[in-house]
């Protein structure tokens, strides 16, 4: 060593633990530079060196830029992998529940006029009181119950009236729409229904009467889906919610009453096709009849 020449400062090589492995930072030590290689000298990276000096502390030989941590002292964990988001299942029981409370009420398991807890029917079905009053709140809407403050819901009790009436709302909204589509839509629009009428025939025929109840939703769903009124649509599904519920002390449809009525689905598709509008609107009005036994 040349006499008053000072001795260079030592480059830092400083290792910065990281969260979950001991690979360093940019701007450490990696382990697998080349001789006299150090991620500083790279264009770009982390800090630079100061010209060292004989008064140039070792901590000197860094200059920290902002935003860039110091490798002297910086300890700059990993960020963890953000845990794997669950999936909500509440809907899905709540959907579940909705469905089979709407089977009761159609098979008349749920007595119209009694009063029915929302823990009572969460032990009765397997889950937890939530999704229950979910579901019994979304019935409540429809018509199907009502609140009963401090006790639960109460299962509506419909009356020959009621279903007289609701068939009558139902006969303004749907026959004139129907005729509309008949004189505009081509007759394989009219064939593409013909799967759901098939599957009202064969819930019928095992005297099925919620799948017939769903199938019959289904077609008429469908069958006014194609007017393009959302609306429309929206409102006719409610009523047909509603007279799913049966008048108190009613006999329940016989398999001969469910299979009249899906056949005239069938019956209503040949009109259609055929532009039978007279025998289109007769069988809408008899379909839709508040006398028509299993509809």
Not at 92 to 105: C, D, N, T
Not at 197 to 204: C, S
Not at 214 to 234: E, I, K, M, P, S
């Amino acid at each position: 060593m040349e006499q008053g020449r000072a001795e260079p400062a030592p480059r830092l090589r400083a290792q910065v633990p990281v969260q979950g492995g001991s690979q360093p930072v940019r701007g450490g030590h990696t382990g697998h530079e080349g001789p006299g290689e150090h991620p500083a000298e790279r264009p770009g990276h982390g800090t630079a060196p100061l010209p060292a000096g004989p008064d140039t502390p070792p901590d000197a030989a860094y200059e920290h830029r902002p935003g860039v941590p110091d490798p002297a002292t910086a300890y700059i964990p990993a960020p963890a992998a953000p845990a794997p988001r669950k999936q909500p299942q509440r809907h899905s029981v709540r959907g579940q529940v909705l469905a089979a409370l709407r089977e009761a009420l159609t098979a008349g398991e749920l007595v119209p006029g009694e009063v029915y807890s929302a823990p009572a029917l969460a032990v009765r079905y397997g889950v937890s009181a939530t999704p229950v009053r979910e579901a019994m709140q979304l019935l409540a809407c429809e018509g199907a119950v009502e609140v009963a403050p401090n006790r639960g819901f109460r299962v509506a009790e419909r009356t020959h009236r009621d279903l007289a009436e609701l068939a009558e709302v139902r006969r303004m909204l749907e026959i004139p729409a129907l005729l509309r589509l008949a004189r505009t839509l081509p007759a394989e629009r009219w064939e593409e229904l013909r799967p759901l009428a098939a599957a009202g025939v064969a819930a019928a025929a095992h005297g099925d009467r919620t799948g017939y109840a769903d199938a019959d939703h289904a077609f008429h769903h469908a069958l006014l889906a194609l007017t393009g009124n959302r609306q429309l649509v929206q409102v006719a599904d409610d009523l047909h919610r509603r007279t799913r519920t049966p008048v108190h002390g009613s006999p329940p449809p016989r398999t001969a009453d469910l299979l009249a009525a899906a056949s005239e689905h069938t019956a209503l598709l040949d009109a259609l096709m055929a532009r039978e509008y007279a025998i289109v609107e007769r069988i809408a009005r008899e379909h839709l009849s508040p006398g028509r036994r299993g509809h």
